[in-house]
């Protein structure tokens, strides 16, 4: 079946470098992804989203890159912090009228001081 | 941003026992309430899609007589767990869109903990 997935799924950085968290995904028809980073027992917070007319879109230390051609997104995060320090979860919303999120698997992304 | 509130943050209960999520949008009215239940080093599994007053739509496998959901307001949905076993026990996770439009961003509430004995 159709789904969204990562590449990596634990992602270790020094502090101070960036991060390149990658996720593919295999509907053409999706208009709409998000970035969503989730810290221990919480629930997922929003980072950076882009629609497929797009192919780069920049935030405050986060740029996320589309690339419709190989169906591929990545986040790429700016001089690591620690608390960076998640689970980022990529998200396809393949649109019509019940806008449902498509969840990627995940990866964990560990700054290490 | 938008915020959205979820009661209880943690639950623990008997087999076969019922239980009742609140999933709230403090600071605006959301056409669309979504519920996610999410296992431990697992990503979000969409269980159902809420409008206020009308029947949720449930995803494939997901059982709507043991996950009932009420969408009585704008601004609340619930999710009960019916007789509920220790493979019910899980984060459920719910979240809110206030249009209509595929790039309406979801706030998602802090999830609820339930661990079922």
């Known amino acids: 079946g159709e789904s969204v997935g990562l590449h990596l799924p634990t992602l270790s950085v020094q502090e101070g470098d960036n991060s390149i968290i990658n996720c593919a995904y295999s509907n053409s028809a999706s208009d709409y992804f998000i970035w969503y980073k989730q810290e221990s027992g919480k629930g997922p917070q929003f980072i950076i989203d882009i629609r497929s007319n797009m192919d780069k879109r920049q935030g405050q230390r986060v740029t996320v890159l589309l690339n419709k051609t190989v169906k591929h997104l990545s986040l790429q995060i700016a001089a690591t912090q620690p608390g960076d320090s998640a689970v980022y979860f990529c998200?396809?919303?393949?649109?019509?009228?019940?806008?449902?999120?498509?969840f990627g698997t995940g990866t964990l992304l560990a700054v290490q001081p | 941003g938008a915020v959205v509130s979820q009661h209880p943050s943690r639950v623990i209960c008997k087999s076969g026992t019922s239980v009742k999520i609140e999933c709230r949008s403090l600071d605006f009215q959301a056409t669309t309430m979504f519920w996610y239940r999410q296992f431990p080093k697992q990503s979000l599994m969409l269980m159902a899609t809420?409008?206020?007053?009308?029947?949720?739509?449930?995803e494939q496998g997901v059982e709507k007589d043991k996950f009932l959901i009420n969408h009585a307001s704008l601004t609340l949905s619930t999710l009960t767990v019916t007789s509920a076993h220790p493979e019910d026990s899980s984060f459920y996770i719910c979240?809110?869109?206030?249009?209509?439009?595929?790039?309406?961003?979801?706030?998602f509430g802090p999830g609820t903990r339930l661990t079922v004995l």
């Open positions: 809420s409008n206020e007053g009308s029947k949720a739509t449930y």
């Open positions: 998200a396809e919303n393949r649109g019509g009228a019940t806008n449902k999120l498509i």
């Open positions: 979240s809110a869109i206030a249009g209509i439009s595929s790039t309406d961003t979801q706030y």
